[in-house]
């Protein structure tokens, strides 16, 4: 019978693989609690590989901050990292198992103004993944970017701080002669850094300014100039719009007669949309835009001012725009 005995150079061979599986293991995530009494709270919770505090419901990220940032670029907007899981066993207190339904507000693009597509991304991966319902113990989705746009840029290249809400509602199945809730929120605040709100490193020319700033967050929105509605059959998402609003004729008879374009270049007076963010509409020309919000900020009327007036150019910046 032999002994094998373990060399000097063995062990160090053991400890620097040790060190190099440590190295590339990934990092142990933060579970999230997401509120509510602990004796429901394992139903479902919120994980983020982020390094929070105990007890925790809010994350606040500096643009560009890759600690917490997943792309890690000062773009003015954060991408918070979240996933959801099902049937914890981080909280010792709670003793449910087993859940029916999983839902996430505002995932649902069925006009639903505060629709979010990343809430509906979220949302698809509880499906696909825990496919309630569930007993499965620490079922988790994979991580879900969820991105926070700030609110800017304003003049003088401000930017201010802009949140997302996540509200989960999970429901057990039946226990113990009742169904269980579980209430569940995540605030996710993104903040400007140094840096994050020159229009120039945030939009490629004027009419991507237009669009990221004013389209995708006032109109191509659920229940309005996005895919699923086309309101008025005008579509703003990206990729559609410049052809849909340029040299384009709007469906409002009225504006047909008058001779204006959707957007006539170098024309605003003769720009339908134009009379529309302004409210300068007469008889039978509708409602100013964007309908139930308030009006756009003046710099970014004057903004769309100033690019009908140089020809409405898709590319390119148009002076005066890019502050």
Avoid at 21 to 32: E, L, S
Wanted: with cysteine; glycine share 8%; net charge negative.
């Amino acid at each position: 019978m032999f002994t094998r005995r373990t060399t000097g150079g063995a062990v160090r061979a053991a400890v620097m693989l040790a060190a190099l599986v440590a190295m590339v293991a990934p990092a142990a995530a933060t579970v999230v609690p997401g509120g509510g009494p602990r004796s429901q709270d394992c139903l479902a919770v919120f994980e983020t590989p982020v390094t929070l505090g105990p007890n925790v419901r809010v994350i606040r990220c500096d643009d560009g901050d890759p600690s917490c940032d997943a792309d890690g670029l000062v773009n003015g907007e954060c991408k918070f990292p979240i996933a959801v899981c099902a049937n914890a066993t981080s909280e010792p207190t709670c003793s449910l198992q087993g859940v029916q339904s999983m839902f996430l507000a505002h995932a649902d693009d069925n006009g639903d103004p505060k629709f979010d597509p990343d809430f509906q991304a979220l949302q698809s991966r509880i499906d696909n993944t825990i496919d309630p319902p569930s007993t499965d113990l620490d079922s988790c989705t994979s991580a879900s970017n969820i991105t926070v746009r700030l609110k800017g840029p304003y003049p003088g290249n401000r930017c201010r701080a802009a949140t997302k809400t996540l509200k989960l509602t999970t429901t057990s199945t039946f226990q113990a002669n009742r169904f269980y809730t579980d209430s569940d929120s995540l605030k996710l605040t993104c903040r400007p850094s140094i840096g994050s709100c020159d229009p120039n490193s945030l939009f490629t020319g004027t009419f991507d300014r237009i669009q990221k700033q004013v389209f995708n967050v006032n109109c191509a929105v659920s229940g309005c100039h996005d895919s699923q509605t086309q309101a008025n059959g005008l579509l703003l998402e990206i990729g559609a719009a410049y052809t849909q609003l340029v040299g384009a004729t709007p469906t409002n008879v009225t504006a047909q007669g008058l001779g204006w374009d959707r957007i006539t270049p170098s024309d605003p007076s003769m720009s339908y949309l134009y009379h529309k963010i302004t409210g300068d509409l007469g008889v039978n020309l509708g409602s100013r835009m964007p309908l139930a919000r308030p009006p756009l900020a003046a710099n970014l009327i004057d903004i769309i001012r100033l690019w009908i007036e140089a020809g409405a150019p898709e590319t390119g910046w148009v002076p005066g725009t890019d502050s």
